[in-house]
């Protein structure tokens, strides 16, 4: 099943999930610590209460407001972030997660020293891969088992939702750092 379609039957916890879970990855670009999101992934449990997930959402925001513009990739990853839906429901958060799932690939490909033959990432998302990037394709990868994770065990796989975002948290920070030095 393409990511397309993957979104298209996600539930709330799914989609909230996805989108977090790609913000999660490019957290790096924002200055922000591995711990940061924490708190907005526990609100997806189903012993949290309904507003925690804009509170704490919010309390994320504040944190990483004080991180510098930087690039198109981290602002990209700004945009993913201020638009993260204060209310977890279902509409907002579909449109949160599809947005969030482009610009993470995007990132994933500006970020890439390896060349995507595609002219866009749309058809990464549809299931054509062909000539596609490493870091684009691991991120794809992720992306389709968070939600996969998450279809097949409901909160029990937030979890291994977290685990996948961690890796692609730790593999982002290496590319973002090897880069600067490459830069300075």
Known sequence: MSLVELIAQADERGLAASGLACLDRCVPLLGGDDEILRPVWASLSDGAGAGEWGERLEHARGKLDAAGAGDEAAALARRMLEAAPAERSAADVREWADACSVASLQIHRLLDTAED????????????????????????????????????????????????????????????????????
């Open 117 to 184: 033959e595609a002219s866009s990432v749309d058809s990464r998302r549809e299931g054509r891969t062909d000539g596609m990037s490493p870091l684009v394709a691991a991120e794809l990868r992720r992306q389709i088992t968070v939600l996969e994770v998450l279809a097949g065990h409901g909160p029990a796989g937030l979890r291994r939702a977290l685990e996948v975002s961690v890796e692609g948290r730790r593999v982002l920070r290496a590319v973002v750092s090897r880069r600067s030095r490459q830069q300075s």
